[in-house]
């Protein structure tokens, strides 16, 4: 209330400036797919992607053909999806529940606890030890209702310093409870990182988006704060007008705010009233003019419990914007800098999403950060 009552907004400090081959250099893009997605622990979904034991879903989007189950214990397990015979891919399916998973080429079949329980015509084949042949398990920790997993089976998983001090945050959102609504998959001519930066202000509300969002929040206002190399930004909506007149005990964060959160390195959890949405995005490899979003629904199970049957149109509305509007103009942006005329991009003060996702890659790749300039 007292930024928009004061005309100012969240300050970085100064202005920073980002070379294009930041989004557009193939040598980059190569240690990002390395750095970033291969070796690295990867959010691939919520607790309620696998709402019960049985319950599976299959992921291929960092270089790792992965299965995630919830075993008959319930517990949540990631294995490399890939039969342990030839090795061709055990379940094509993207969800689903099953407790048995079984190879299409030889129907050499596994548990969901990643056991090898069967060998067709073994005695043809010759005796092998099962134990020594189930898929192979990666890391993986249900944390916070959010599912991480290290595509590599020697991984190390410390969710602790992955979440940056965010634990007690995500706990109280109750993350866990959540229900699955669906999925979109947008694939876009643009760097990966393009479509981060789409999350990282307020700014261009009142022009992007002037007839979509821009009625329902304030446009160049929101709160940030770092957590680590996450962060967690907060978008004005008009709600907090009608919070003037309640007294302060009565407001809830979601009365006059819209609270978004960046996990490193490419995930977004958009927090609503009713539903949360999922935002993954990934390089196709080391290419750095292509990317992929997969955008996930989620609904709290109170709100589908009222009845109200327009939880999932919204989620999906809030969806197309970003497709339609947020890609289309980083899109834009990825063709003006391929175009060779632009050398580098300007972050400006009321931009700090934008100084710290850069700063904080090329911290990652071992790059000095950018300077900050007096603006």
Request: charged share 20%; with cysteine; proline share 6%.
């Amino acid at each position: 209330m007292a930024v928009i009552d004061g005309g100012t907004n969240v300050d970085a400090g100064g202005i920073r400036h980002n070379p294009a081959e930041a989004y557009t250099s193939p040598e980059i893009a190569a240690r990002e797919w390395d750095g970033f997605f291969r070796t690295h622990p990867q959010i691939i979904g919520m607790s309620g992607d696998l709402p019960e034991k049985g319950s599976f879903a299959t992921h291929n989007d960092f270089g790792v053909p992965l299965l995630a189950t919830r075993d008959k214990n319930g517990t949540f397990r990631a294995f490399a999806n890939v039969c342990r015979h030839r090795g061709a891919i055990v379940e094509e399916a993207p969800r689903g529940k099953k407790s048995l998973f079984s190879c299409p080429f030889h129907s050499w079949t596994y548990s969901s606890q990643g056991n090898l329980v069967a060998v067709p015509k073994e005695e043809h084949f010759g005796t092998i030890d099962k134990d020594c042949h189930g898929l192979v398990e990666l890391p993986a920790k249900e944390h916070c209702g959010v599912l991480w997993v290290h595509p590599q089976a020697d991984g190390q998983l410390d969710v602790d310093t992955l979440m940056g001090g965010l634990t007690p945050e995500f706990t109280a959102w109750d993350f866990s409870s959540l229900v699955h609504l669906g999925e979109d998959t947008y694939e876009t001519a643009m760097n990966w990182k393009l479509a981060i930066d789409t999350f990282g202000e307020t700014y261009h509300f009142g022009a992007l988006h002037r007839n979509s969002l821009f009625p329902f929040f304030h446009g160049n206002v929101q709160g940030y704060d770092i957590y680590g190399r996450n962060h967690r930004m907060a978008l004005c909506t008009r709600g907090i007008d009608d919070l003037r007149n309640q007294p302060e005990e009565m407001w809830h964060i979601n009365d006059g705010a819209f609270p978004v959160y960046y996990m490193f390195p490419n995930v977004q959890v958009n927090v609503g009233q009713a539903t949360v949405i999922l935002v993954r995005v990934y390089p196709h490899g080391d290419d750095p003019h292509r990317s992929l979003s997969r955008i996930s629904f989620y609904a709290r199970p109170e709100a589908l419990e009222s009845g109200d049957d327009t939880i999932a149109e919204l989620a999906t509305r809030f969806a197309e914007i970003i497709r339609d509007e947020d890609y289309v103009a980083a899109a834009s942006s990825h063709r003006g800098l391929r175009s060779g005329f632009l050398k580098e991009m300007v972050f400006g003060r009321n931009e700090p999403a934008l100084h710290h996702y850069h700063n904080t890659y090329r911290s990652a790749l071992g790059m000095e950060p950018l300077p900050l300039e007096d603006a």
